[in-house]
């Protein structure tokens, strides 16, 4: 009988979210599932170093086929990123991924496996927010508009929202646009991110609001 103990726990995340069970005794090698990308099939291991939040994590083994919305939430224990569709499409699962140059992006945890971040610098929604000397917390100016302005109500895809904003004014201190093409600009940066209840008008409101109070966003400003 074969072992499958350790079959990767994205497979096990989705039966638990679907309610589905796949039987597998008639499967075929046609139905197979294909190896990744990486070609590793799901329960081998690779080697994975990260830097997450400021704070470096490994060298550990992870399983091939382990995303990284599962290490995260698993192995690191960071929950606040969230699982929503599980197939990349609302974006509520994606963190910040900085880059040697200054320059940043968005990545999906749900659909990109855990050693893909291997020798990554990564910001999650955890790490916005200060907490002093005193443990007063600080939050940051993205995610203190979001309150202000209403801009959530379930508030699930909040930390999505969080990081593809905080990516988009980054990105503007570094390449400011002009005053006439701001609304452009933050469509662009908000796009891919789904939010069910809102209707966006107050999440869009929430960071245009930070980008005219930020220094540098603006070409024009005076």
Aim: charged share 20%.
């Amino acid at each position: 009988m074969t072992d499958v103990s350790s079959a990767p726990l994205a497979a096990s995340d989705a039966t638990a979210t679907t309610g589905a069970v796949q039987d597998m005794s008639g499967a075929s090698a046609a139905s197979a599932p294909a190896a990744p990308a990486n070609g590793k099939t799901p329960w081998e291991t690779l080697p994975v170093t990260v830097k997450v939040n400021g704070i470096s994590h490994g060298p550990m083994d992870v399983p091939a086929g382990l995303m990284m919305i599962d290490f995260l939430h698993e192995t690191l224990g960071l929950t606040g990123s969230r699982l929503g569709c599980g197939q990349g499409i609302c974006h509520a699962c994606v963190v910040i991924v900085d880059h040697a140059d200054g320059s940043s992006e968005t990545v999906r945890t749900c659909i990109t496996g855990a050693n893909y971040f291997d020798g990554k610098t990564v910001r999650t929604v955890e790490g916005h927010a200060v907490r002093d000397t005193d443990e007063k917390l600080t939050l940051a100016p993205i995610q203190q508009a979001f309150l202000d302005h209403f801009s959530f109500q379930c508030g699930y895809c909040t930390p999505g929202f969080v990081n593809a904003a905080t990516v988009l004014i980054e990105g503007l201190k570094r390449n400011p646009v002009a005053r006439a093409d701001l609304e452009a600009a933050i469509t662009a940066g908000l796009n891919d991110q789904i939010c069910r209840c809102t209707g966006y008008v107050r999440y869009y409101e929430a960071v245009r609001d930070v980008i005219l109070r930020t220094p540098g966003c603006i070409k024009d400003a005076k």
